[in-house]
Structure formats: C-alpha cells, structure tokens
C-alpha cells in the first residue's frame, strides 16, 4: 500500500505556510511605503496622501490575491500523484471515466479537519450506472439508484460544497459532501464546482437504465465524522482568543502609532497602524484555526476512547 499524501502534516504545514506567506503579502506594502516615507526628504502632503491610500488597496490586494492562490496549496502535486492510483483502479481509466478530482467529507455539516474543509482528496467518476472514489484514505461507490438528492450547501465562506443525499438498504438517510478541486485558486474552484454539481445532477435524475451489476464495487461511503469540528459548532476559547489578540493589537497601535502621532507623523502613524492590524488579523486566524484542529483532535480521541 503507498503511502499517503494527504496526511494531517500536510495540511498544517500547508496552512502554516499560507498564514506566513498572506501576512507577509499584506505586510509588504506598509513596510515598502514606510521605507519610502524613511528616505523621501519634504515630500508634499497630497503625495504621502495618494501613498498611504495606495498601500492600503495594494495591501488589501495582495492578501486577497494569496488566500485565494494558497488556498489549494499542494493541490497540483496531489492531483499527479492520485491520478496513478486511480487510474490503476477505475475500469476505464481517468479521462475515459470522466474523473473529477474532488476533496471529500462525510456528513453534510461543513466541518474543519486540521484547518482543511475536505476530510480527503481522490477521484470521482460514474462506472455502470455507479458514482465510484477511489481517494488518498477512502474507496468507495454508490449505486445510482441510492442517491436520493444533489444539492449545493448554502455557505457565506466562498465555495458552496456539494451535498449528495443518499441512502443504504433498510437503513438511514446518509449524506457527504464533495467540492471539484480541478482548479489551483478559489475563484477557478467555485467555476469548476458549478459544472460537477450541474453534471452530477443531470446524471443522478438521467433516464439512462440502472445496471445492477457489480454496482457495489468497494462498499458505501463513509460516515463517520470524527476528528471534523463542524464550523458553525461554538469553541471554547475563541472568544478569548479574539478578545486577546484584539486587545494586543490595540495596545500595540496605540504605543507605536500614538508617538508618530505625538511626533506629528500622521501618514506614518496610519501606515503602521495598518501593518500591526494585517499582521493581528492573519495571526488570530492562524489561532483559531488551530483551536478547531485541537478541538477535532480532542473530539476525536474521547470518541476513539469510547
């Protein structure tokens, strides 16, 4: 068995190395207009204005710009090495198939897995009448005729995940949730996705005829949703933490930008008032990120003890 890919250090390493590289996108901007104002001797007040005006948008900008590009960071080296392993396991091979690559989560909450959104990463395709996986951690399929439902998830967070409702014989209603990850930036993402989710649901509700044979290939999809901390799920401690963080950053602005001030400094005092908040913002998002993978992992352990 090849080992996996999609492993919990690699998604904190990689979401480590968007927050230091999106704090370093909105920091650059102040500290190269800073640099400017340090060495420009008697600069006129509309320039420092137009200045100070543009490293905010530029700021803005530039962290935009790395959050949307890192989101999917690794996303191109998972799909290569993936794509062998499917490729060996789908009857008809990845472009014959139609696959999709696709992160993948159980249950239809959007949950956090050590920051990430996606429980997995693999590839989906249709093989006789039969929506088959075959990812980094999960194989499964799912006969046509057990898929109850395609919807999109209402999100305010960007991309709207797919939900596919589904059901077991003389069991349960059951759900997961899938999102196209044939893109490297969110914005191509939420692009692809609509097409998926178009595809998925003109095949689900096709008069194509079922064929029943070998339709359950490698058994359900999972549904166990522990070691997820559901996003809209309240943490102990986040409030805290934003209070904290909130109260030094403050602190901090107030003591550097309050002796520009002082000093008659004012764009100067602005542009570092700027650079602290960027610096505060990514920051407390790294720690809450981090406080939903410690709760997930806690959550995790009590159910693995249980």
Same mark, same amino acid.
Request: glycine share 10%; charged share 15%.
């Given at each position: 068995?090849?080992?996996?890919?999609?492993?919990?250090?690699?998604?904190?390493?990689?979401?480590?190395?968007?927050?230091?590289?999106?704090?370093?996108?909105?920091?650059?901007?102040?500290?190269?207009?800073? /640099?400017?104002?340090?060495?420009?001797?008697?600069?006129?007040?509309?320039?420092?204005?137009?200045? +100070?005006? %543009?490293?905010?948008? %530029?700021?803005?900008? %530039?962290?935009?710009?790395?959050?949307?590009?890192? %989101?999917?960071?690794?996303?191109?080296?998972?799909?290569?090495?993936?794509?062998?392993?499917?490729?060996?396991?789908?009857?008809?091979?990845?472009?014959?198939?139609? /696959?999709?690559?696709?992160?993948?989560?159980?249950?239809?909450?959007?949950?956090?897995?050590?920051?990430?959104?996606?429980? $997995?990463?693999?590839?989906?395709?249709?093989?006789?009448? +039969?929506?088959?996986?075959?990812?980094?951690?999960?194989?499964?399929?799912?006969?046509?005729?057990?898929?109850?439902?395609?919807?999109?998830?209402?999100?305010?967070?960007?991309?709207?995940?797919?939900?596919?409702?589904?059901?077991?014989?003389?069991?349960?209603?059951?759900?997961?949730?899938?999102?196209?990850?044939?893109?490297?930036?969110?914005?191509?993402?939420?692009?692809?996705?609509?097409?998926?989710?178009?595809?998925?649901?003109?095949?689900?509700?096709?008069?194509?005829?079922?064929?029943?044979?070998?339709?359950?290939?490698?058994?359900?999809?999972?549904?166990? +949703?522990?070691?997820?901390? /559901?996003?809209?799920?309240?943490?102990?401690?986040?409030?805290?933490?934003?209070?904290?963080?909130?109260?030094?950053?403050?602190?901090?602005?107030?003591?550097?930008?309050?002796?520009?001030?002082?000093?008659? $400094?004012?764009?100067?005092?602005?542009?570092?008032?700027?650079?602290?908040?960027?610096?505060?913002?990514?920051?407390?998002?790294?720690?809450?990120?981090?406080? =939903?993978?410690?709760?997930?992992?806690?959550?995790?352990?009590? =159910?693995?003890?249980?």
């Amino acid at each position: 068995m090849a080992a996996r890919a999609y492993t919990k250090g690699f998604r904190r390493r990689n979401r480590l190395i968007a927050a230091m590289v999106t704090m370093a996108a909105g920091v650059a901007p102040f500290m190269l207009a800073l /640099a400017v104002l340090q060495f420009w001797s008697s600069p006129p007040p509309y320039a420092v204005g137009l200045l +100070t005006a %543009a490293t905010f948008v %530029a700021a803005g900008l %530039a962290a935009w710009y790395s959050r949307g590009t890192l %989101a999917l960071l690794g996303n191109y080296g998972l799909r290569q090495r993936l794509g062998k392993l499917a490729a060996a396991e789908l009857a008809t091979g990845i472009e014959q198939a139609g /696959a999709a690559f696709v992160g993948f989560s159980p249950g239809e909450e959007m949950r956090v897995w050590d920051g990430e959104t996606d429980r $997995d990463v693999g590839f989906l395709a249709v093989e006789r009448n +039969t929506l088959v996986y075959v990812g980094d951690e999960y194989k499964w399929s799912l006969p046509r005729e057990q898929i109850d439902q395609v919807e999109l998830a209402a999100s305010s967070s960007g991309v709207r995940r797919i939900i596919v409702r589904w059901h077991a014989p003389r069991e349960g209603p059951r759900a997961f949730s899938i999102v196209c990850r044939e893109a490297n930036t969110l914005e191509g993402v939420g692009l692809v996705n609509l097409r998926l989710y178009a595809a998925l649901r003109d095949w689900v509700w096709s008069d194509a005829p079922s064929a029943r044979q070998n339709t359950l290939r490698w058994g359900y999809p999972p549904t166990d +949703t522990s070691g997820g901390w /559901a996003i809209d799920q309240p943490l102990s401690g986040s409030c805290a933490t934003v209070l904290a963080m909130t109260v030094i950053v403050v602190l901090t602005i107030w003591g550097v930008s309050g002796s520009l001030l002082g000093m008659g $400094d004012y764009y100067g005092a602005i542009l570092w008032a700027g650079l602290l908040a960027v610096v505060g913002a990514v920051f407390t998002a790294y720690l809450l990120s981090y406080l =939903h993978s410690w709760h997930a992992e806690k959550s995790r352990s009590r =159910h693995d003890d249980g």
